[in-house]
């Protein structure tokens, strides 16, 4: 067992609250020695590579790398701590006490708690747990923030500059070889074009049901901006557009979406 | 009588010879024959009986051209079709009626003075009624098929409150967000406990943002002015946390200030850029929100120079079209909403909307 004092790494983007986690462990653990302040994930992963300290406090939300992904790096070579502004994060694991975490603003109270723990885990020589599980979950949590509406914007290539695009002002997309090709109203309800990468078949599953329908193997149409459609002898239909001269082709497998009621 | 049997218009002969309709056949003959009773040498059955048929034909006639034939000529209105064919119909009507009912005559009835006399007061108060009545009927229908416009756009309006109200709550609920609140919370304690002198400024920005961020639902509109006031506090509060990455300015024209506006609308463009542009950047940016007045159309824009459109940004879109959503509300459909990239990174938001002054 070294002599030596523990040392922790303190990471958070914001450096008022660097400042303040850095006077609290003063305080609540005066051996302690914070060796490195880091403003960012990726910041926290070069200094802890460098500086090898034994603990670090990491703030989950970070710009760039965020406070998770630091930690799925260094592992277990230190023992971590995860600070977060309110425990919407916070998994039950951490409440096992398997991995500690402190809540913003932190509480002396709280701290204290932590700190005896980790102090607790250092005098016994205990390695770091092993929490790939728990970042998973962690990580999972974090991510279950993206909640699949349907598309409302789509960024697009409007000529040389990129855009964002409400779906309300599509009037159809086609697919093209390499691109799909976005059919909308610009400022004044002027119709234009734009370009985007993403394969149609994709961009459907996102999109809208009820506003939004496949009428070809290559076309969709927004079902509010079309005009009338006329049947064609031989089984299909073309559809004809609000304000817009393109005509788009109905194939006979959509065809019956156009039948009359 | 079931929602069902409501909604289905009657089809085909059920249509053309409804009770409705027979009614308004039925009546008007029953009281023609009772006026013409007095003088007239036939019983009333038989007067009557020929007031209906005549009345019938006239009924099928213009249940007839009421859908036949589909496609007119543009110069052709049906309701000009139904009521000339009405009226057309009359003498030949009275005609075959008659000679449907005088089989027994000895003298053929066209020959025969009472009877011509009766054929002639049929068809002229034939002519001279029946395109009134089917005028009138023509009306009704026109004035009925109205009203159920009038109520489906009273629906779609009540709709339409429904959602905005809805919008309403989801901005509350927006409001206010705890990751926000905490974070600034910490730093301001940080301040009042190493007793730095920005303490108490920073916390009447808080105050300032908090107050103006739960909106007053009483409240439809907010100056431009009110909403600097709350984009200042919150920039202020942002800097204060950040102050290595994040910079700001506000240049607003003096003629803007009481320009109304839904609330929140700065606000909701400046957040969109600190949370998806400055914030998710390792080494921030800057945010410029400009406000101009020209040709009667408020001007906005809010720009940064953070890390742009091309990470996944949900919770970009809902804030956004909620603003649309709120903007269109208040100002119908001249308002636009423009979100692009700019060189060479960042993310410049334009709105535009009418100009509506407060005016005390």
Redesign the interface.
């Known amino acids: 067992m070294t002599d030596r004092r523990p040392t922790a790494l303190i990471a958070d983007d914001e450096p008022l609250l660097r400042k303040a986690l850095t006077r609290l462990l003063a305080e609540a653990w005066p051996a302690l020695e914070v060796i490195a302040q880091a403003r960012n994930g990726r910041e926290a992963l070069t200094l802890f590579e460098t500086l090898k300290p034994d603990i670090c406090f990491l703030d989950v939300h970070m710009p760039g790398l965020s406070g998770v992904e630091a930690a799925r790096e260094i592992g277990r070579r230190a023992h971590l701590v995860f600070v977060t502004a309110h425990s919407e994060y916070a998994v039950q694991a951490f409440e096992q006490g398997a991995l500690d975490y402190l809540v913003k603003p932190v509480e002396a109270k709280r701290l204290s708690d932590t700190v005896s723990r980790l102090q607790e885990r250092l005098s016994a020589a205990q390695p770091a747990p092993n929490i790939d599980n728990l970042l998973d979950q962690l990580s999972e949590r974090l991510q279950k923030k993206k909640v699949p509406e349907p598309l409302r914007w789509i960024r697009a290539s409007v000529g040389q500059a990129l855009r964002l695009i409400s779906v309300d002002d599509i009037d159809f997309l086609r697919s093209d070889e390499k691109y799909t090709l976005i059919a909308w109203r610009g400022d004044q309800g002027k119709p234009g074009e734009a370009l985007i990468r993403t394969p149609l078949k994709e961009l459907l599953a996102q999109l809208d049901d009820k506003q939004f329908a496949q009428v070809h193997r290559s076309v969709v149409v927004n079902l509010h901006s079309i005009s009338h459609v006329i049947r064609s002898g031989n089984e299909t239909a073309d559809i004809h557009l609000k304000g817009r001269d393109d005509v788009l082709p109905v194939s006979r497998s959509y065809l019956h979406l156009f039948r009359q009621m | 009588m079931t929602p069902e049997a409501a909604a289905l218009p009657p089809r085909g002969l059920a249509r053309v010879l409804g009770w409705r309709r027979l009614r308004v056949v039925l009546i008007p003959c029953l009281i023609l024959s009772l006026l013409f009773l007095p003088g007239w040498k036939a019983s009333w059955a038989l007067l009557f009986g020929r007031l209906v048929f005549v009345g019938l034909v006239q009924l099928s006639v213009f249940g007839l051209f009421e859908t036949w034939p589909r496609r007119l000529p543009r110069w052709m209105a049906r309701w000009v079709l139904q009521v000339a064919s009405v009226a057309i119909v009359v003498p030949f009507a009275v005609a075959i009626v008659y000679t449907l009912t005088t089989q027994d005559d000895p003298v053929p009835w066209v020959k025969n003075m009472d009877r011509m006399t009766g054929f002639a007061m049929l068809c002229c108060f034939g002519l001279l009624l029946s395109p009134w009545i089917a005028m009138s009927a023509l009306y009704r229908h026109i004035s009925g098929v109205a009203q159920r416009q009038a109520l489906a756009f009273e629906l779609e309006r009540s709709e339409f409150e429904r959602d905005a109200l809805e919008s309403r709550l989801r901005l509350l609920q927006a409001q206010v967000e705890?990751?926000f609140l905490?974070?600034t919370?910490?730093?301001v304690?940080?301040?009042v406990?190493?007793g730095s002198p920005q303490a108490s400024s920073v916390l009447g920005s808080l105050i300032a943002y908090l107050r103006a961020a739960v909106p007053r639902l009483h409240e439809p509109g907010t100056t431009l002015s009110q909403e600097i006031d709350l984009v200042r506090a919150y920039l202020e509060v942002m800097h204060?946390?950040?102050?290595?990455?994040l910079q700001f300015s506000l240049k607003v024209d003096d003629a803007a200030l009481q320009i109304l506006c839904p609330p929140m609308t700065l606000l909701t463009l400046v957040e969109n850029a600190v949370r998806h542009g400055i914030?998710?950047?390792?080494e921030?940016g800057r945010i410029e929100v400009r406000v101009a007045v020209r040709e009667g159309r408020c001007r906005i824009g809010v720009l940064d120079t953070g890390v742009?459109?091309?990470q996944?940004t949900?919770?970009?879109?809902?804030g956004?079209?909620t603003l649309?959503e709120r903007l269109q509300l208040a100002f119908g459909d001249d308002v636009?909403?423009?979100?692009?990239?700019i060189e060479p990174r960042g993310v410049c938001a334009k709105l535009e909307f009418p100009a509506r002054w407060n005016r005390p």
């Open positions: 705890p990751h905490f974070n919370l910490a730093n304690r940080e301040l406990d190493s204060m946390r950040m102050p290595d990455r914030d998710p950047s390792e921030g742009g459109l091309h996944e949900p919770g970009l879109g809902t956004l079209a649309r636009m909403v423009n979100v692009s990239a």
